[in-house]
């Protein structure tokens, strides 16, 4: 299929799920799971092993994937971060060399400037941008019940013919479906970069009937750690038992399957909608020339170590998926060197380098991260073979750093005892090897990296002023008339469709992909 007269756009097409854990992806090794089509993304792609959340809670995570930077240095500490329209993201860079920039779905921004370098922003967000989630560390031990997550999502999983976020998904589907193709039809020769970002499979675990029938069947397994007791549990982990109210409710094992099953079912759900992007770009004539990104945020617990949710360096809540695919320019393959969410931003100003033969624009703030191409086409050999995430949210009082370098990883907080995992022999991380003398000078190596990473105490402080200026401003504006910076997508709907000012004829063919043959009536 091919439209007349047309000009190949190099484009980039980058699909993000929410809270999608790596291991619940048949790629990424998981056999219970049905995720047909990013399964044949990765085999087309390049599959990274150790990609991380820079911090694994919605917000914080999506800051670094948009600036480049860790949310120490950019601000992003919690889900009522406050992002400064002066901060630049890769929406500003990819402007500057050339791409018509389009967000369809969530990405979380907070404060009034809900577009943060997008040109275009087609629905709104699912959650508040206003500062009603700002955690307290002067009492990191209460718990705040209007927006701290609770059990209710295990207890009551299973099937739903619609939910908040199914309604909210099916919309950002057909708007990201629409904005491609758009893009095909469009007389703007512009290259396209589109973020379609999905809330799924993010809890409650509810799901549609066909999705939950997938798994009929399926033996869909219990947690590999279940929950150690007290006296075994990290401290860190102890926290979040109470951030969640774990001890709220008694869980069965069928109740937890079944939240695993649902969960599963909107996996399956996410999956569907990349087929249908990834069709699109086939009708479209696409394919061969955009660059696909597959990731998430950050991943999900389904009760591994007891916990549910997000907000842990455990594996299964800060491994994130991440797939880089394009036909005509990335030989399949999988890196198996650590890699974070700020390496998207360098990765996606060298992709567009490539393909607008543009050089890379001044850096306007400094990048965390380095670019993945090198990777992605073999090259390890100046990687740094590191990724480091960081965690400035509820369920701590103190700064939390994690450094994953080879096969280790480290995870250092002023209140609690240092880890140390061998994740190479170690998988499930049961072993902390941190007390022990023959891991004495990897362990010292890495705190010295901690401590040129950042200095903890400071960033306590600057965390804690900045929750207690945002918890007064977000009190002071509850006061009266309340204004809401949430999006409102900007629909014009005396232009859209078939309109009296328009030539009916000329318009029914400039909306149609391909072009039709040409049309020269010869008029009596």
Partial sequence: MSANNSIKKQNILVVMADQLTAMALGCYHNQEVASPNIDKLAQRGVVFDAAYSSSPLCTPARYAFMTGQNISRCGGYDNAAYMPATMPTFAHYLRMMGYHTCLAGKMHFVGPDQLHGFEDRVTTDVYPADFGWVPNWTQPDERIDLWYHNMSSVKQAGVAAITNQ???????????????????????????????????????????????????????????????????QDQHSRRLEKVIA???????????????RAYYGNVSYIDEWIGKLLDALVDCDMDQDTTIIFTSDHGDMLGEF????????????CRIPLIISKATRFKPGRVTQPVAQVDILPTLVDIACESTGLERPQQIDPWCGRSLLPLCDGNADSDPDTAISEYLAEGTGHPMLMIRQGKFKYIQCHSD???????END?????????????????????????????????????????????????????????????????????????SHMD?????????????????????
């Fill in 306 to 317: 007891g916990l549910w949710y997000k907000m842990s360096f455990r594996e299964w809540s």
């Fill in 427 to 499: 998988p499930n991380e049961l072993s902390n090897l941190a007390d022990q003398n023959e891991y004495a000078e990897k362990l010292s190596d890495l705190r010295d990296q901690a401590k040129t990473h950042w200095d903890a105490d400071e960033v306590r402080a600057r965390v804690m002023t900045d929750q207690q200026r945002r918890s007064a401003v977000h009190a002071a504006l509850r006061i009266g008339r309340f204004q809401g910076w949430d999006f409102q997508p900007v629909r014009d709907a005396g232009e859209e469709y078939t309109r």
């Fill in 246 to 260: 774990l001890d709220a409710v008694e869980l069965s094992d069928e109740e937890i399957i079944d939240a695993r």
């Fill in 417 to 423: 005892p240092e880890q140390l995992f061998d994740l």
């Fill in 166 to 232: 199914l309604a909210y998904d099916d919309e950002v589907g057909n708007e990201a479906l629409k904005v491609l193709y758009d893009h095909a039809r469009s007389a703007d020769n512009r290259p396209l970069c589109l973020v379609a970002s999905f809330i799924h499979p993010h809890d409650p675990y509810a799901t549609r009937q066909k999705y939950w029938d997938l798994y009929e069947g399926v033996n869909i397994s219990l947690p590999k750690v279940p929950r150690p007791s007290p006296d075994k």
């Fill in 504 to 524: 009916l004829t000329r318009h029914d063919i400039s909306s149609r992909y391909p072009r039709p043959p040409a049309f020269d009536p010869k008029w009596r």
